[in-house]
């Protein structure tokens, strides 16, 4: 799907395929660098290639995951990946991340992911999304409010940042 930005250009929002293998793994590396609110740090970033291919597959062949990429002048710039439930009793929900580079912040990217996913969501017929935000990203949470998000309660200290343990806030969204 194509979007126009708030400055007037042209973002392509698509399905990752195996050859932007390289390119996701550089933009994770950069996005946990550039972010205080991301899980991984720098060098937990796995840098196998090969295994990354497998993971775009997997997302690819099931019916219920989607991984997307936010193409702007033909670089990755963004990425989102929802896995959903793969038993009977949670196969109508799923979870999902996002990153976009920082030097794109601000310009209708991470809307432009989430409303992809949220149509795709409904297409496929999952009922409900699901995210964990970590306590004090207001972008992000201004981001999920925006497209319809609840706040459903807190993980208290379940991440432990720079000497601080700090608190995970669910938020989900029902589509059903
Ligand atoms: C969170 C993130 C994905 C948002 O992406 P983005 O491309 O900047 O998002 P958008 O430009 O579409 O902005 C979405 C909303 O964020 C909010 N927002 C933007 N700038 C903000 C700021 N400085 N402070 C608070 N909220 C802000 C606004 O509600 C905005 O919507 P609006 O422009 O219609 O008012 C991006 O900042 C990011 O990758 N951060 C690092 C990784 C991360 O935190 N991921 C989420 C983990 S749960």
């Known amino acids: ?3 126009k930005l708030k400055d007037g250009r042209v973002l392509l929002v698509r399905e990752a395929n195996e050859n932007d293998a390289k390119e996701i793994l550089e933009h994770m590396e ?37 991984f997307l990429v936010a193409e702007f002048d033909g670089k990755v710039v963004g990425m989102l990946n929802f896995r ?8 109508h929900k799923g979870e999902f991340g996002i990153s976009v580079r920082k030097k794109y912040w601000g310009l209708g990217i991470g809307s432009a992911l989430l409303n992809t996913l949220i149509l795709w969501a409904k297409k496929v017929g999952i009922k409900k999304i699901q995210l964990e935000v970590v306590d ?5 949470i201004n981001l999920y409010l925006k497209y319809g998000f609840e706040i459903e309660g807190r993980k208290k200290r379940a ?15 029902w589509l059903g």
């Open 30 to 66: 950069l996005v946990v660098s550039e972010s205080d609110f991301l899980l991984s740090e720098p060098d937990e970033i796995d840098w196998d290639i090969e295994r990354e291919k497998k993971i775009i597959k997997m997302y690819r062949e099931s019916k219920n995951d989607l």
């Open 84 to 91: 959903g439930g793969k038993r009977r009793r949670v196969k």
């Open 136 to 140: 004090g990203n207001e972008r992000a």
């Open 159 to 173: 991440v432990f940042k720079d000497g601080i343990y700090i608190d995970l806030i669910i938020m989900g969204r």
């Open 1 to 3: 799907m194509e979007y």
